[in-house]
């Protein structure tokens, strides 16, 4: 019996061939390739020429990059932590509630809706914030005025106190949608059985949504809090439509400084050295996390 | 099927005024994260006078249609269109399969050193695309895959199974192993036990691996202006950059076209949002 | 369950199809197809397709550039390739329409492969033309340009944005690696509806623009349009900079000789910024504005001046305003902003080097520069009495007069690449009173220094 159950865990490597081969042309030998180029000079045509550490210790004493570092950390509140939060409570409303008293296609447009933010090109994006948030003529200063607050009204995105705020708040708007339509989808796999049999055991409301429901879907929530604080520390796009990382480095995040160091200065050597360190802190907070992870399905098989 | 709708009475509101009030207030939050779109699609039928003389916030003063038409015509939008579209859905495709192959190996089968196989697979999300964009530009070119599309198609497939591969294996992990080891038992091979039993089992999230990388990748701007320099193999989003001139932009006609660009995406969410929604409960498995 | 399998394998019959029909797609190379001269509507869809035969393949220049076809120089290129094609029979054009975005990012790998064009044009500077040069990327038209007589055509200070050294990359002297076939400069336009509105005269030198802004800030209405995002905010500092530069500065600032960064210009350029601030000569909302939102405002009506671009004049001119407005050299400097425009070049491994030069040519000759005179451009070789609007006839007129009293500067940030960014982000923190004019001139002294250590 022991050996044929230990037997039916064998053979499942095959499967894994075809990605390992792709993964490794495609990530891998690039990734070995900037560590290379992380230790030299280089323009990004002719002969790189070595340096040895240089990069690093420049890396470790730039201001600029610890600051832009210190944006990132930040905006993972706007991107991770309410996104998460949010969305979870968003998601199980929409499944549960509008489901049940709307029907499946109303709860579906307005997961739909939600996600529409995650759709529109960067450019747009900041163009279209760029309207809300201009401080003469802009939606949020009007209203402010409007409304007689107008000691309120900034220049959300010139202003240095105000911009990585107002960042964030374009960051949530536009993150909100990915963690209600995964847990949307996760939250079919709660069998209804369970939560009925807990409601007539006396549970509340909130019981069961922690007990039950958050207990069952955790390897989607994992997935959502590991896979946006991934995208929040490579976050670029969006930023440098915003504000290009300006008023100064305000809202400088150390992707965009990356991307100034290959295709604007020229100083492919050190872009390679800044993406490696961020790809370092991504990579141990990801064993971390999988780490817990892993633990916690043990426990689950067991 | 909507077994799970039918729950519990104790769930419907005893009063029917607040299930609408609740409707409301959902839907005003609605229009206030959609109130940008509005406003983009309210620029995108104005003229460019139109737009310099009375601003952004003004409603337009008719609709117009000609930055949108010296768009198409401009970029010959059909060409990126065509691009775009076998671009994603070639990814979306591929990367299911490989994060179905992928994960069924991590996620089920307690492969030796799963953990760093996963963080291995993960590693396409940890480098930012600038630091990319180097190496493949040169693998591209020695491959003769510079300018192709199937350069574009091979890069994504990878880095989109990333993600696909760490969330389908966490919801694997939740299988009970029980039915899986008794079918294996019953003689059933890994294959058939991937393809008629796991696969089926996991159509919601695999249907929203598909909806994402579809999306994604349609998105994608950085490495596809790396890897695509002609306009023959250019994407949607590298064609809407021409409304970004070196000394301005031209805002109706970057409003216009870019609602335009993600009209398929939208289409294509809306199509498959009912795959989305087709659960299908631990009861199937028996 | 049987359906779900049905799914399924439909999924990946429907995958393989498509990468199939992918990988057919990128098996045929892009055809070189004949293109119809762009019109009025400028396409790059190729319209017919000549089909090869027996007869020997009919050469083919691949060309690339980015001016949009509304633009002065768009039409004036449209031209250029029609007339190509009547004097070259047997050749066709394979034209592509990019995104500057695309070119300014993506040159460098573009010319250093095998879907290089045949003749690009690419930006001025050390940065990028200059880059490309040391690179090998380009070719050297110096003994072309001396056959084909361009060296008369082009004035020293346009060539000046057309040699680079080729070991180092520093523009103004060594082979002639681009070819440009017009000017920019930056200048004053303003509204002079506006300025009759409230009586204000409009300023011939330094004073009376002084006068005038305070006049108009006693009016409640900010002077000068700008945007703190872009170019515009640095131009501004550069402007009030030259105002007090000769023109050894220039050169030494803009082929990296070096210079004292709180020497009397870049100290009175921070210092009198900004003075302009604290006076409301400038709004302090325009620190994250682009340069299309100030080109909008001044359009709107919003401010009555704008230190602009000679590109923005063609477009003021289509808008057809709905107040007079005119344009004038900034009162008070000798030197202003300006250039040559952005460089044809040929990338070293075309194969047709003959027709690029051809093109060139046609570009530079007196009808076609005269029609972007007409079209609202600053060419550099048009017959300017041919000029028929008499606006257009003054705006080339300021431009010769800027060229003739040697009052070309640059621009700021080309003596370093990846210099604008910093320069943008600086200049931002000088008008939030972030930083104080002594910090912000070390802080954009850091990156030239370190340039010119090497």
Redesign the interface.
């Known amino acids: 019996m022991k050996h044929k159950t230990s037997s039916i865990y064998k053979g499942y490597g095959v499967f894994l061939i075809p990605g390992i081969i792709a993964f490794l042309v495609i990530i891998i030998i690039p990734f070995l390739v900037n560590l290379g180029i992380s230790f030299t000079k280089w323009s990004g045509v002719r002969a790189p020429v070595w340096i040895g550490l240089s990069n690093y210790q420049r890396l470790i004493g730039d201001s600029v990059f610890w600051l832009s570092f210190r944006n990132n950390l930040i905006l993972l509140i706007a991107m991770t932590v309410i996104p998460v939060i949010v969305g979870l409570l968003l998601a199980t409303f929409l499944f549960d509630y509008i489901a049940n008293n709307f029907g499946q296609r109303v709860s579906s447009f307005f997961r739909a809706g939600f996600y529409l933010p995650q759709i529109l090109p960067s450019a747009v994006i900041g163009i279209v914030w760029a309207w809300i948030l201009q401080p003469d003529w802009g939606v949020v200063n009007y209203i402010l005025k409007a409304i007689g607050l107008s000691s309120l009204a900034h220049d959300w995105l010139g202003d240095p106190s105000t911009a990585l705020l107002a960042v964030m708040v374009v960051m949530v708007w536009f993150q909100i949608g990915y963690p209600v339509v995964i847990f949307m989808a996760a939250l079919q796999r709660v069998e209804p059985e369970l939560l009925e049999a807990a409601s007539i055991d006396g549970a509340s409301w909130f019981q069961k949504f922690y007990y039950i429901t958050i207990h069952l879907i955790r390897p989607e929530i994992l997935v959502v809090i590991l896979t946006t604080t991934i995208y929040t520390l490579k976050i670029f796009g969006q930023v440098y439509v915003l504000t290009g990382g300006g008023p100064g480095n305000a809202t400088s995040v150390p992707s965009y400084y990356a991307y100034k160091q290959f295709f604007e200065t020229q100083q492919v050597g050190y872009g390679s050295t800044v993406s490696l360190a961020m790809a370092v802190i991504i990579v141990l907070l990801t064993i971390l996390f999988i780490n817990i992870q892993s633990r916690q399905e043990n426990a689950e098989s067991v | 099927m909507a077994a799970h709708l039918m729950i519990d009475r104790k769930y419907r509101p005893k009063n029917g005024v607040v299930k609408w009030i609740t409707l409301i207030v959902l839907s005003v939050f609605l229009l206030l994260m959609l109130m940008p779109f509005i406003m983009v699609a309210m620029n995108s039928v104005k003229t460019e006078a139109e737009f310099a003389r009375y601003g952004p916030l003004s409603l337009p003063h008719g609709l117009n249609f000609t930055s949108l038409k010296d768009f198409w015509v401009r970029v010959n939008f059909t060409q990126p269109l065509k691009n775009s579209t076998i671009i994603s859905l070639s990814v979306a495709v591929l990367a299911v399969l490989l994060s179905l192959l992928n994960a069924f190996a991590l996620g089920l089968g307690k492969v030796r050193g799963r953990i760093w196989i996963l963080v291995f697979f993960l590693m396409a999300n940890f480098l930012p695309q600038e630091a990319l964009a180097y190496p493949l530009y040169y693998f591209a070119k020695f491959f003769h895959l510079y300018d192709k599309t199937l350069s574009v198609i091979l890069v994504f497939m990878v880095i989109q199974s990333a993600f696909g591969t760490y969330l389908l294996s966490s919801v694997f992990s939740t299988f009970p192993r029980e039915i899986i080891e008794a079918a294996l038992m019953d003689g059933c091979s890994k294959l058939k036990l991937l393809v008629y039993l796991v696969a089926p089992l996991s159509i919601p999230t695999l249907s929203v691996l598909f909806v994402f990388f579809f999306i994604w990748t349609w998105n994608e701007f950085f490495l596809p202006l790396i890897l695509l320099p002609s306009n023959a193999s250019q994407t949607v989003p590298l064609a809407l950059a021409i409304n970004q001139g070196q000394y301005g932009m031209n805002i109706t006609a970057q409003s216009a076209s870019g609602l335009l660009g993600i009209l398929p995406c939208i289409i294509f969410f809306l199509i498959f949002q009912r795959t989305l929604t087709r659960g299908i409960t631990a009861g199937g498995i028996k | 369950?049987v359906t779900?399998?049905f799914?399924?394998v439909s999924?990946?019959l429907?995958?393989a199809m498509?990468?199939g029909?992918?990988?057919c797609?990128?098996a045929t190379p892009?055809?070189a197809t004949a293109t119809q001269p762009p019109a009025a509507?400028?396409?790059?869809?190729p319209v017919a397709t000549q089909a090869p035969s027996a007869t020997p393949q009919p050469r083919v220049l691949d060309l690339w550039y980015?001016e949009?076809?509304d633009g002065s120089l768009g039409k004036a290129w449209a031209a250029a390739q029609q007339q190509f094609l009547a004097t070259h029979p047997g050749v066709t054009i394979h034209f592509?329409?990019?995104?500057?975005?695309?070119l300014?990012?993506?040159a460098?790998?573009?010319l250093?492969?095998?879907?290089a064009p045949d003749l690009i044009e690419i930006n001025k500077g050390a940065?990028n033309a200059g880059?490309f040069a040391?690179?090998g990327?380009l070719t050297d038209m110096t003994t072309e340009a001396t056959k084909r007589g361009w060296d008369k055509i082009l004035s020293p200070s346009i060539q000046t944005t057309c040699l680079y050294d080729p070991t180092t990359g520093i523009m103004g002297s060594g082979n002639l690696y681009g070819v440009t076939d017009y000017g920019e400069f930056v200048m004053l336009y303003y509204n002079q509806d506006m300025f009759t509105k409230y009586g204000i005269k409009v300023p011939t030198t330094a004073d009376e623009l002084y006068a005038a802004a305070d006049a108009f800030v006693a009016k409640g209405i900010t002077p000068f349009a700008t945007a703190?995002?872009e170019?515009p905010a640095q131009q501004i500092f550069y402007m009030l900079a030259l105002s007090k530069a000769n023109r050894d500065f220039v050169t030494n600032y803009q082929l990296l000789k070096g210079i004292d960064f709180h020497g009397p210009e870049f100290t009175y350029g921070a210092t009198e910024m900004v003075t302009w601030v604290q006076k409301g000569y400038i709004?302090?909302?325009?620190?994250?504005?682009?340069?299309?939102?100030m080109?909008?405002d001044f359009?709107?009506g919003k401010n009555p001046m704008l230190m602009g671009?000679s590109?923005?004049f063609g477009?003021f001119q289509t808008?057809?305003l709905?107040f007079t407005w005119s344009e004038e050299l900034w009162p008070g400097n000798q030197i202003s902003p300006g250039s040559g425009g952005n460089l044809w070049a040929i990338p070293a491994g075309s194969k047709n080097k003959d027709l690029a030069y051809d093109f060139i040519d046609i570009t530079l000759s007196k009808p076609i520069q005269t029609l972007m005179g007409n079209a609202g451009g600053l060419p550099i070789n048009a017959d300017t009495s041919q000029i028929t609007d008499p606006q257009t006839q003054q705006f080339n007129k300021l431009f010769a007069q800027l060229v003739a009293s040697d009052g070309i500067g640059y621009y700021p940030d080309w003596p370093?690449?990846?210099y604008?960014?910093d320069l943008?982000?600086?200049t931002?923190?000088l008008?939030?009173g972030?930083?104080t004019p002594s910090q912000f001139l070390d802080e954009i002294a850091a990156?030239y220094n370190a340039v010119v250590k090497k």
């Open positions: 369950m779900k399998i799914k399924l999924l990946v429907t995958g498509i990468l029909m992918a990988a797609q990128s892009a055809p509507t400028a396409t790059q869809a980015y949009p076809p592509e329409l990019h995104t500057f975005e695309q300014q990012k993506t460098q790998m573009v250093n492969s095998s879907s940065a880059t040391v690179d990327l703190g995002a170019y709004s302090k909302n325009a620190v994250n504005m682009k340069a299309q939102d080109q909008n359009e709107a671009g590109w923005l477009g808008a057809k709905p370093v690449p990846g604008y960014a943008v982000s600086d931002q923190e008008m939030n972030t930083k990156p």
